[in-house]
T-cell receptor, first 112, second 118 residues
Framework: DGGITQSPKYLFRKEGQNVTLSCEQN?????MYWYRQDPGQGLRLIYY???????QKGDIAEGYSVSREKKESFPLTVTSAQKNPTAFYLC???????????FGQGTRLTVV | AQKITQTQPGMFVQEKEAVTLDCTYD???????LFWYKQPSSGEMIFLIY??????QNATEGRYSLNFQKARKSANLVISASQLGDSAMYFC???????????????FGSGTRLSIRP
């Protein structure tokens, strides 16, 4: 079945360590997105990408980095520069035209 | 600049009643799409309904309908005959450049937590 896979579902890291969240899609979608969600809040856009080897900053890109080496994959690295990284991270993708965004199941990152 | 506003942080509704969740938006792009998503406590994002800026009629999907008032820039979600399983967070979202751009930004409102009372 086509879809978006985020892994792992839960992730624990020590403060000061970089951590990479995985996002893979087999929907043949061009565009991919990363969002951050804090408890009881909405989704805030971190980065998005239209094509391979190209991506744009969203509203809260500081302390995060991404790569888009393959159409299917859009990993997000939470760097030690991110001051408050504990959150729920959602990856999404869209096809061309008038389509909704499809989401992965999310990764809950806890930094201690 | 793109902006989505949801002014109802939380709502309580009696089971089987209809409920309206408010959403207003701001954009200068004449071509855009509006979406509603449901997020249960599990965290998954469930797509509910879509309305394009050029659509002449309000979108409907089963018990969900979107009350689209373009001049007022509002896109309220109406849920008819609410059920206990409708208890969740609901997010309004907007995407500009629909139809000609595959990766314009998609932004979300702050959400409304809907609780259905038995």
């Amino acid at each position: 079945d086509g879809g978006i896979t985020q892994s792992p579902k839960y992730l624990f890291r020590k403060e000061g360590q970089n951590v990479t969240l995985s996002c893979e899609q087999n929907l043949n979608h061009d565009a991919m997105y990363w969002y951050r969600q804090d408890p009881g809040q909405g989704l805030r856009l971190i980065y998005y990408s239209q094509i391979v080897n190209d991506f744009q900053k969203g509203d809260i890109a500081e302390g995060y980095s991404v790569s888009r080496e393959k159409k299917e994959s859009f990993p997000l690295t939470v760097t030690s520069a991110q001051k408050n990284p504990t959150a729920f991270y959602l990856c999404a993708s869209t096809g061309t035209g008038w389509t909704e965004a499809f989401f992965g199941q999310g990764t809950r990152l806890t930094v201690v | 600049a793109q902006k989505i506003t949801q002014t109802q942080p939380g709502m309580f509704v009696q089971e089987k009643e209809a409920v309206t969740l408010d959403c207003t938006y701001d954009t200068s792009d004449p071509s855009y799409g509006l979406f509603w998503y449901k997020q249960p406590s599990s965290g998954e994002m469930i797509f509910l309904i879509y309305q394009g800026s050029y659509d002449q009629q309000n979108a409907t999907e089963g018990r969900y309908s979107l009350n689209f008032q373009k001049a007022r820039k509002s896109a309220n979600l109406v849920i008819s005959a609410s059920q206990l399983g409708d208890s969740a967070m609901y997010f309004c979202a907007m995407r500009e450049g629909m139809g000609y751009s595959s990766a314009s930004k998609i932004i979300f409102g702050s959400g409304t937590r809907l609780s259905i009372r038995p």
